[in-house]
């Protein structure tokens, strides 16, 4: 009974609020934003507003820089008569000593977790639902609720018959279904407090979410927590949700300068309060390791009609570990490679801010991390993962693509940077380890026989991934 709630309380609020939801901190003991993440210059959206963060730094004094000898920048040019790859890149290598092992399991939401989360960007508020139960009769919509739907149904038959197309929607038995509805829906919403209490039993997997909404100066707040870890499937979500915006944020990276301008949200500011909310939700070893304009997605109830909404700007944190930023890139490690592999998607910490506040948290498959040895791990010289990259660049992508003589694909590659990344052996999803790992970030422009250039220039999006200890290729979008 309780599961069906469950699906019935999220399509209902999903249908009244036109959301969608589609698959997709510093203390002072540790380094600062500033203090840790170059941008990638050349690339105005990174920064947002051209601004600077300095620390893992360009190839300087220190041990990692001297072990592996990498240029300031990396620059080449190769190509098949597929694939052509042009590098002019910035060499980012963090300042620290060097890279350990270090082990990495799944673990799931606290009550701990939840409550300092709701302390800070909830003020502790208690949470609050439509008592389903009680608003059956309406499928737990308001009167007034109704009414707006059957007005926006009428009004879209109107025009599908003034049109003259056929239509796929039977507004005539949709009118109806709400109709009926109506005789039974309140002119107020019932409401029922919902304890804020976090549990996880692999035996009761339906039991295993909180879900809810939090007023906080005015304004409402969807608040969803699930712990949904099992040896076939994770995906460990927090996330909260203002009322102002509909849906989730994504990132529209053809749309970044005109979002930009419609924002009118100042950058230094949000990003500090991010930081600052962050460091008081007790997240003292993440630091902030990619930011970017985001646009969030709708769709129109009944006919399903994707809109673009608000726009807001995304900070998204990730795990420093003995001074070194676990690389954030675009990829979350959702992919599979068959029906017999499981998902192990990679942490997220991620903030999103326009220019009224906050309007979205969401915290993804928190990790546990065990330090496994002191010693600092082998790195092979950049002179090797250059010639890797310069082999292995051009074979992976003209197997992808291998479509015919008319059919090319360009790379510009403008940053390399070195970092951890969590990894796992293919089968073994329970475990993984942070390993150090070259990306090589950059644009990819396919040109399709016949028809016009696509430009892909998606935020923070590595183009190949190889093991700096071994010089293995990684897959992002496995894992592995």
């Not at 190889?466 to 979008?477: H, L, P, S, Y």
């Amino acid at each position: 009974m309780r599961e069906n709630m469950k699906e019935i309380k999220l399509a209902a609020w999903c249908i009244a609020t036109g959301m969608v939801i589609m698959m997709a901190g510093c203390a002072s003991d540790m380094h600062t934003q500033e203090e840790i993440v170059v941008p990638r210059q050349e690339d105005s959206r990174q920064t947002g507003e051209g601004e600077t963060n300095t620390g893992v730094q360009q190839v300087t004094d220190g041990t990692i820089a001297e072990l592996v000898q990498a240029p300031e920048r990396y620059t080449w040019e190769g190509g098949s008569g597929i694939v052509s790859i042009k590098a002019d890149a910035a060499v980012v290598i963090p300042k620290a000593d060097g890279f350990k092992t270090y082990k990495v399991t799944s673990r799931v939401f606290t009550q701990e977790d939840y409550d300092r989360v709701n302390e800070v960007l909830l003020k502790g508020a208690f949470l609050w639902d439509r008592d389903y139960e009680e608003m059956a009769q309406s499928n737990g919509f308001t009167l007034e609720e109704v009414e707006n739907i059957i007005a926006l149904l009428e009004k879209q038959r109107a025009e599908a018959e003034k049109s003259g197309a056929a239509s796929e929607v039977n507004y005539d038995a949709q009118i109806n279904n709400w109709s009926a509805l109506a005789k039974g829906a309140p002119k107020e919403a019932i409401l029922t407090e919902v304890p804020g209490i976090v549990s996880y039993s692999r035996t009761k997997e339906g039991e295993n979410f909180l879900s809810g909404n939090a007023t906080v100066d005015g304004e409402d707040f969807f608040v969803y927590l699930d712990n949904n870890l099992s040896d076939t499937w994770r995906w460990i979500s927090f996330q909260i949700r203002c009322s102002r915006v509909n849906s989730n944020f994504y990132n529209f990276y053809d749309q970044q300068e005109g979002i930009a301008q419609a924002a009118e949200i100042n950058i230094e500011s949000v990003r500090q309060r991010a930081k600052e909310a962050v460091e008081a939700m007790g997240f003292t070893d993440f630091a902030v390791s990619g930011e970017e304009y985001v646009q969030a997605v709708s769709v129109e109830e009944i006919k399903g009609d994707v809109h673009t909404d608000a726009v807001g700007y995304a900070f998204n944190f990730t795990r420093v570990i003995d001074g070194i930023p676990v690389t954030y890139t675009a990829s979350e490690g959702t992919s599979l490679e068959n029906d017999d592999t499981v998902p192990w998607p990679y942490e997220r910490l991620e903030l999103v801010y326009d220019k009224e506040g906050l309007t979205s948290f969401n915290w993804m498959n928190p990790y546990q991390v065990e330090k496994v040895s002191d010693e600092y791990v082998f790195l092979l010289p950049f002179s090797e993962i250059q010639d890797i990259f310069e082999e292995m660049a051009l074979k992976k992508y003209e197997d992808i693509y291998d479509g015919g003589e008319n059919m090319k694909l360009d790379f510009l590659i403008d940053e390399v940077r070195l970092g951890y990344m969590r990894v796992f052996e293919k089968g073994n999803p329970m475990e993984g380890e942070m390993v150090p790992v070259w990306d090589f970030f950059g644009t990819e422009i396919f040109y399709p026989e016949g028809k016009e250039a696509m430009v892909n220039n998606t935020s923070y999006a590595s183009r190949l991934t190889i093991n700096a200890m071994d010089g293995t290729i990684i897959e992002r979008d496995l894992g592995y």
